[in-house]
């Protein structure tokens, strides 16, 4: 007997007992060659995966006996790695190197040589079963151990062996697969590595190569350990964030370096890795203290309770008193949320559907959604407000109160859930609320995507968040549900930061455009009534404000004009005043003081002549034109007033002052129509009726670029700054200004104009404004609308006059703290500033701004502040749900682009995995990219036939 046949008789013996693949007569062995037995991490050997399938040990480590002449090579596969023996007698590398036919594991990395490059059927004419490649398309060196270059082989990299790079390995043609900085294995020289002793495990003292952030404090592992150079441009553009200075450097292992009790990401506010101005040092103790510590301080934190589900893409911010939480599922499907909290007495319904066709923005959805929502309880009192959340999707806010009787205010959530949800199921728990009466119901309106609507309503009893509840814990409860702050997306993460600041000075200067047209009386009135409240609360702010008043007649000419055209009244401070130009038959008498209005703490002074418009300068009365214009009256006393008084000079009563906010405040029961710098048409003239705008209109658009939308663009006004436009105008499809005595609706002769929605679109001139500028846009149509939309004027004006934040908060973990409060007698929580618009702070998520009110206010000069939170990380991109490329076949969550393999990138327009331009730049020397098959193919010098 020969030495081959001796051989070929032991391996068959070997074979029977532990294997089902066999040799054949000539000495191949057809069936399973699990893997190379000398590689200790690899199938077969020690510590490997069991043997591989067969589970089969051979007796020769060098490998199975192979002969280059052997002329059935093409046909015979001896150690079963998917090559035949031909192709890898013959095959050579670039490098020069060939695989070994007897071999499975060439390279000993792990994987065998087939897997390695995308290969999972046998040979033909041979029975050998291959393991199969779960993603053809990643595919690595056979003959090169460690085909990235990092430092841990390709076996360690690809744990299970299956050659995908599934959630939890590093990724085989990436030295940085978290793109960090750092190299995924051990340190080579001067570059740093994560997996220190490269066995593929997260020791102790080491960071994660899966993880981007290992302690979750918020800085890049990369930032932490001084890296300044990205090691992957190609795939890590985006996302590498060098350290800013490498002299110093924190431990990506321990959340808190200096175990001062705040998180080295929350100390170092933007996570650059240097001490910028007003940041706390993560490597000094001494520096959490006062302000700081109070509310910085881990211990000290205040908590939140996370919601989420994937198949509403939602995740939710909640305070712990939101014990109860249900999913709400049509046909076993997740499609939302709904919970309660006992404690503060607020519901909330939350979820996501596909808005209705024609909607594309907010308010279409608003529009489409609101009779739904008024089946289960007549609406009124409308706000609302067009805004972008923290995560870059159009939004709108609306407020509205709804009809309850006897409703139970659970009962009318589940009512919410049935009319919106059709068909699911469900519910708050059966037992009662005990909370009956009317509610306020705060709409939450995200258009992600004209695939994906989200919308979140926050249901309270009206009393319990009006008048003198307007600042109840109850009130700031929902506003933070509807405000935007409290949602992300489902894989959404979150960090901590600390921010210490003094608060900025604020000014802003209020002008308010009033149409004193025939039908306005009743309107002026219940404006003049909510001054008060309006003086108080900005009083009681840290904000210098003034009002002024023009009327829409202001820019009109003189034929047509009335006594109030080019009239101001001027910039003032006294809140009688301001309510004289709107108290009906106030006039200036003869001490030069405006009639009627009351006369402490001062008096309504008045200049007696015409100077300052109609009444001697006290009602504005209602003698305007009655084609109003009230957006031309706006644009010309903008002009007029600017650029205004420097700061450092004395203000001037018909001036803005520089660098002081500039609000219009829009009041009037007829839309716009300006027809010119200095005239008004009816219905703006040719082809115009009370529900369509004529042709001779001023653009929209005119005015949009005047007062500015926030684009790019700079605003075209003589401030070069935004204006914030608000209006308190008749409501879009609504009938207002009728003939005394008539019912006013959409049939009625005698309405004024204003023009009806077309497909569902809103036509209005003034909203259109007021939408591009982010105001709040209110309803005229009763003094309770007047007095809601003025409201939340103020409190959009306060909110937005405060302290900006660096990054998105959620607004139930806002924590705040300050050194010296102006009444410490009053507010004693100095360490813990109540939210509070009596004597605290508040907090509009909409602005990402902090405001404060009363006694609790910093006092006056260079005092700390302190503010805590928690923030949204925004690392998901597809605004249809789940993650981008989640449906294809190619996704994988562990890596950044979220498709498998370095050399494929996710086309989020078609949400599906496409091939990067030369495939990513990965394939690297000896390599080249395949375009047809998105492929690194190594480069060989002999390319036999391959028999498959």
């Not at 999913?327 to 006992?342: A, H, K, Q």
């Not at 009779?371 to 709108?396: C, M, Y």
């Not at 009743?522 to 210098?544: C, E």
Request: glycine share 12%.
């Amino acid at each position: 007997m020969s030495p081959r046949q001796l051989i070929s008789a032991a391996l068959l013996a070997v074979c029977m007992v532990v294997t089902t693949a066999c040799p054949d007569s000539s000495g191949t062995a057809p069936g399973t060659r699990p893997g190379d037995n000398t590689n200790p991490g690899g199938p077969g050997g020690p510590g490997g995966p069991g043997g591989g399938p067969g589970g089969g040990v051979y007796p020769d480590p060098s490998g199975l006996p192979t002969d280059p002449n052997d002329p059935n090579n093409a046909r015979k596969d001896t150690d079963c790695d998917g090559l035949s023996d031909k192709y890898e007698f013959e095959t050579v590398y670039e490098n020069g190197l060939r695989t070994d036919p007897g071999v499975a594991d060439s390279d000993h990395d792990g994987l065998p040589d087939g897997l390695e490059l995308g290969i999972d059927k046998p040979v033909a004419g041979t029975s050998c079963v291959l393991p199969q490649d779960a993603d053809l398309q990643t595919n690595t060196s056979p003959v090169m151990a460690d085909t990235d270059g990092d430092g841990l082989p390709d076996g360690v990299e690809d744990a299970n062996h299956n050659g995908r790079v599934d959630e939890g390995e590093t990724h085989p043609l990436l030295r940085d697969s978290d793109c960090d900085g750092l190299l995924d294995g051990p340190s080579q020289g001067s570059v740093k590595g994560e997996d220190l002793n490269g066995n593929g495990r997260v020791d102790k003292d080491e960071t994660d190569p899966r993880h981007f952030d290992t302690d979750g404090d918020g800085i890049s592992d990369g930032v932490e350990l001084s890296v300044t150079v990205n090691l992957d441009e190609a795939n890590c553009k985006d996302v590498f964030r060098p350290d800013m200075d490498p002299s110093s450097s924190t431990d990506p292992t321990n959340e808190d370096t200096d175990g001062d009790g705040i998180s080295d990401g929350a100390e170092d506010t933007n996570q650059n890795g240097r001490v910028d101005e007003g940041e706390l040092n993560p490597n000094d103790p001494t520096d959490a203290k006062g302000p700081v510590a109070e509310a910085c301080k881990a211990e000290n934190l205040r908590p939140v309770t996370f919601q989420d589900h994937k198949g509403p893409d939602i995740k939710l911010a909640l305070p712990p008193t939101f014990t109860e939480v249900t999913p709400i599922t049509v046909g076993g499907e997740t499609r939302g949320l709904v919970g309660y909290d006992s404690t503060q007495q607020v519901a909330f319904l939350a979820y996501r559907t596909t808005p209705k066709a024609g909607d594309t923005d907010p308010l279409g959805d608003e529009e489409t959604l609101r009779p739904e929502i008024e089946k289960r309880g007549a609406l009124s009192n409308r706000t609302a407000q067009l805004f972008t959340t923290w995560d870059g999707f159009k939004a709108l806010q609306a407020i509205y109160q709804q009809s309850g009787g006897t409703t139970d205010l659970k009962r009318r959530t589940d009512q919410l859930v049935d009319t919106l949800l059709p068909g699911s199921s469900g519910r708050l728990s059966s037992a009662a609320a005990n909370v009956v009466g009317d509610f306020r119901v705060q709409a939450l309106y995200v258009h992600r995507s004209d695939k994906s609507l989200v919308v979140l309503i926050a249901v309270t009893k009206l009393t319990m968040v009006t008048n003198a509840n307007a600042g109840s814990p109850t009130a700031f409860s929902a506003k933070d549900l509807a405000n935007g702050s409290a949602l992300a997306q489902f894989n959404e993460s979150t960090a901590v930061q600390c921010e210490r600041f003094q608060l900025p000075s604020a000014r802003v200067d209020f002008i308010f455009v009033v149409d004193d047209s025939g039908s306005m009386a009743t309107s002026q009135q219940a404006l003049a009534k909510t001054a008060s409240t309006a003086v108080d609360a900005l009083n009681a702010s840290s904000l210098d404000w003034r009002m002024s008043l023009v009327t829409s007649s202001y820019h009109i000419s003189a034929s047509g004009g009335g006594p109030n055209r080019g009239a101001i009244r001027r910039f003032t401070r006294n809140v009688n005043k301001v309510k004289a130009w709107l108290t009906q038959n106030s006039t200036c008498g003869s001490n030069k003081i405006c009639s009627i209005v009351p006369t402490t703490p001062e008096s309504a002074t008045c200049p007696g002549d015409t100077s300052q418009g109609d009444k001697g300068g006290c009602w504005v009365a209602l003698a305007g034109n009655g084609s109003e214009g009230l957006l031309g009256a706006a644009k010309k006393v903008v002009t007029d007033m600017a650029p205004g008084t420097e700061p450092e000079q004395p203000e001037k009563d018909n001036e803005l002052r520089k660098g002081a906010a500039v609000v219009v405040v829009l009041l009037g029961d007829a839309d716009d129509q300006t027809s010119g710098d200095a005239t008004t048409v009816a219905n703006c003239g040719s082809g115009g009726s009370k529900d369509k705008a004529g042709s001779q209109c001023v653009p929209v658009p005119t005015y949009v670029r005047f007062f500015g939308d926030g684009s790019e663009l700079p605003p075209t006004n003589p401030t070069g700054r935004k204006v914030a436009v608000h209006g308190i105008v008749c409501p879009s499809g609504k009938a207002c200004g009728c003939d005394a005595g008539k019912t006013c609706t959409i049939t009625e002769a005698t309405r004024e104009f204003n023009p009806l929605p077309v497909n569902n679109v809103a036509q209005q001139r003034h909203a259109s404004v007021v939408n591009a500028s982010g105001g709040i846009l209110g309803s005229i149509l009763d003094d309770n609308s007047i007095q809601a939309s003025m409201d939340a004027i103020i409190d959009y004006t306060i909110g937005r006059s405060g302290y900006k934040t660096l990054k998105p908060p959620i607004g139930a973990s806002i924590k705040v703290a300050v050194a010296q409060v102006r009444e410490p007698g009053v507010c004693t929580a100095r360490a813990d500033v109540p939210r509070s618009t009596s004597n605290g702070y508040d907090f509009d998520g909409s602005a990402g701004s902090l405001s404060f009110f009363g006694a609790c206010r910093p006092q006056v000069g260079p005092t700390e502040v302190a503010v805590s939170y928690r923030y949204w990380i925004d690392t998901v991109k597809n605004p249809n749900g789940g993650v981008p490329c989640e449906l294809d076949p190619n996704y994988t969550p562990s890596e950044p682009d979220h498709c498998a393999g370095a050399k494929l990138g996710c086309n989020e327009e078609t949400n599906t995995c496409v091939c990067k331009p030369n495939c990513g730049d990965v394939c690297g020397t000896g390599s080249r990219c395949d375009m047809n098959t998105c492929a690194c193919r190594v480069i060989i010098t002999s390319t036999p036939g391959m028999s498959q």
